[in-house]
C-alpha cells in the first residue's frame, strides 16, 4: 500500500513535470478560481438584491446553455483544426472583457445578453482544452490528468466562494465580478509562454481540390494529414460517435442525469432564500462544502488503480441525487451544519460521476476526434441546459422550491440506481485505468 501511494506521488510528479501540461494546468486553475467568485457574485446579486422569481432566474441558464447548443459541435471542430493554446487565449481575453462589462449592467435583461456573449467565447474553450490535454499527455496518465483538473476545478469551488462569501458580507458584488476578470487576465497571461507549444499546430497547404486543405504537424515531418471542411468533420464527428457504443451511451446516460439536475441547479439560491433569508454567505457555503466533497473524492479516486464505469457513473449519480432530495426537505431556520452535510453529499457524487464521465470521453476518443467527441457532448448538454431550467422554474413555481428538489433528487438518485444495476451492459466491464495498472499489463504482455 505505501508503495503504491508512492507510485501515484511519482505520477502526479511526473505529469506536472510535463511544461506545457503545468502551463496548461495553471492557466485552468487560475481561470477557474475567479469563475467562482463571479458565478457567486451573480446568483446573489439577482436573488438576494434584486430579488427575481424562480422562472426569472432560470434565463440566466438558459441564455449561458444557448451558445453551446448552436455552437458546440461547430466549437469541437474548429478546435481540431486550430493552434489549440492561442484559442485558448483568444477565449481567455474575451471572457475577461465581457466579465468587466456585468460591472455597469444595471438590471437582468443587461446581465442576460452579456453572458450569452461570454458563453459563446467558453463554448470554443472547453473543447480546445481537452483536446490539447489529449494531445501532450499520455493515455496512461489521463486519469491523473483528468483528476488533477477536476480536484482544481473542486479546489477552486471551495476557496472561490468562501472568500467571495467573506468578500459579499464587507463589500458588493461588484468586487466579486472584478476578480474573475482578473483570474481570466491571470489565465492569458499564462498561456501567451506557451503559444507556440502545440504540436498539432496545422499550417495550410494550397490544394487543387476545393474546401480541402493539406495538413502538415510541425512534430512529424513528411506525415501529411487530410482534412476535409468544417461541416464534413462535424458529420465525421457524429458517426465517430455512432461506432463507439461506449461513448453513445455514456452521452444518452449523461443526458438524463444532466436533465434531472439542471432543473434544480440554478435554483440554490432561492432554496437557501426560503431557508435562511438574511444569510447571503450561506450560498458561499454550500458551494464550498459541493466542493469540499469532490475534491475528497478526486483523492480517492486518484489512488485507485481503476474504476468500473459503471461504479462511477452509477454511484456518483446517486450521491448527487439523494443530497438534493436530502436539502428538499430541511425546513426553514435550520441549522447550517445540517445544509453543509448534504452538500457534502452532493459533492462527493459529483467528484466521482465527474472524473469517471470525463475520463471516458478522453480514454475511449482517438486523438484527432477527441474535440469533436467534446464538442457533440457539449451540444447535447446545452440542450439540456435550455431546456431544463425553465421546466425545473415553472415547477418550483408551482410546487414550492422544497418539494421540486425532493422529488427531482430522487429521478436522479434512480437514474444512478439503474446505472449500477445496468451498467455492466451499457459500458461491458470497462474500467478507468491507472499508469500502475497500465505499466504491469504491458510487463506482462512483454
Known amino acids: 500500500m505505501l508503495q503504491k501511494r508512492l507510485n501515484i506521488k511519482l505520477q502526479s510528479?511526473?505529469?506536472?513535470?510535463?511544461?506545457?501540461?503545468?502551463?496548461?494546468?495553471?492557466?485552468?486553475?487560475?481561470?477557474?478560481?475567479?469563475?467562482?467568485?463571479?458565478?457567486?457574485?451573480?446568483?446573489?446579486?439577482l436573488v438576494y438584491r434584486w430579488g427575481v422569481t424562480p422562472m426569472t432566474l432560470a434565463m440566466v441558464p438558459v441564455a449561458m446553455a444557448l451558445p453551446g447548443l448552436l455552437l458546440g459541435s461547430l466549437a469541437g471542430t474548429i478546435a481540431d483544426r486550430v493552434p489549440k493554446v492561442r484559442l485558448m487565449l483568444l477565449c481567455d481575453l474575451l471572457s475577461a472583457v465581457l466579465t468587466l462589462c456585468l460591472?455597469?449592467?444595471?438590471?437582468?435583461?443587461?446581465?442576460?445578453?452579456?453572458?450569452m456573449l461570454r458563453s459563446a467565447v467558453s463554448t470554443f474553450m472547453m473543447p480546445a482544452q481537452q483536446a490539447m490535454t489529449r494531445q501532450v499527455v499520455?493515455?496512461?496518465?489521463?486519469?491523473?490528468?483528468?483528476?488533477?483538473?477536476?480536484?482544481v476545478n473542486q479546489l477552486s469551488k471551495i476557496a472561490g466562494p468562501l472568500l467571495g462569501g467573506v468578500i459579499l458580507v464587507v463589500f458588493t458584488p461588484q468586487i466579486c465580478i472584478l476578480i474573475g476578470a482578473a483570474g481570466r487576465m491571470a489565465s492569458c497571461v499564462?498561456?501567451?509562454?506557451?503559444?507556440?507549444?502545440?504540436?498539432?499546430?496545422?499550417?495550410?497547404?494550397?490544394?487543387?481540390?476545393?474546401?480541402?486543405?493539406?495538413?502538415?504537424?510541425r512534430g512529424a515531418k513528411g506525415n501529411q494529414v487530410q482534412r476535409g471542411s468544417v461541416w464534413k468533420e462535424w458529420k465525421e464527428g457524429w458517426k465517430y460517435l455512432m461506432q463507439h457504443r461506449i461513448l453513445l451511451h455514456t452521452m444518452i446516460y449523461s443526458f438524463f442525469g444532466l436533465t434531472a439536475l439542471l432543473m434544480v441547479d440554478y435554483q440554490f439560491t432561492v432554496l437557501l432564500r426560503e431557508i435562511a433569508p438574511n444569510q447571503e454567505s450561506l450560498l458561499g457555503i454550500l458551494v464550498a462544502a459541493i466542493g469540499l466533497g469532490a475534491v475528497i473524492m478526486l483523492l480517492i479516486v486518484n489512488r485507485q488503480e481503476h474504476i468500473e464505469y459503471r461504479f462511477g457513473l452509477g454511484a456518483g449519480a446517486m450521491g448527487i441525487g439523494l443530497g438534493i432530495a436530502g436539502?428538499?426537505?430541511?425546513?426553514?431556520?435550520?441549522?447550517?451544519?445540517?445544509i453543509t452535510g448534504l452538500s457534502l453529499v452532493i459533492g462527493l457524487g459529483n467528484g466521482l460521476y465527474m472524473v469517471t464521465n470525463q475520463t471516458i470521453m478522453q480514454k475511449e476518443s482517438s486523438t484527432e476526434m477527441v474535440g469533436r467527441v467534446f464538442g457533440i457532448s457539449n451540444t447535447l448538454m446545452s440542450v439540456a441546459l435550455v431546456t431544463a431550467p425553465l421546466a425545473g422554474g415553472a415547477i418550483i413555481e408551482l410546487a414550492g422550491v422544497g418539494s421540486a428538489f425532493f422529488w427531482i433528487g430522487l429521478i436522479v438518485a434512480i437514474i444512478g440506481l439503474m446505472g449500477l444495476l445496468f451498467g455492466r451492459k451499457w459500458w461491458r466491464v470497462h474500467q478507468v485505468i491507472s499508469e500502475e495498472q497500465h505499466e504491469s499489463k504491458q510487463e506482462a504482455l512483454h
Do not use: H
Open 190 to 217: 499564462m498561456l501567451w509562454t506557451i503559444r507556440y507549444a502545440s504540436d498539432d499546430v496545422k499550417k495550410a497547404e494550397p490544394v487543387a481540390e476545393p474546401y480541402m486543405e493539406t495538413v502538415r504537424s
Open 138 to 151: 499520455k493515455d496512461e496518465e489521463l486519469l491523473q490528468a483528468t483528476s488533477l483538473n477536476g480536484l
Open 327 to 338: 436539502l428538499g426537505l430541511i425546513p426553514s431556520g435550520s441549522s447550517s451544519w445540517v
Open 103 to 115: 460591472l455597469v449592467a444595471p438590471s437582468i435583461y443587461w446581465i442576460i445578453p452579456i453572458l
Open 13 to 45: 510528479r511526473g505529469l506536472l513535470s510535463n511544461k506545457i501540461f503545468r502551463r496548461l494546468f495553471c492557466a485552468y486553475a487560475t481561470a477557474s478560481f475567479g469563475d467562482w467568485f463571479d458565478a457567486i457574485a451573480i446568483q446573489v446579486l
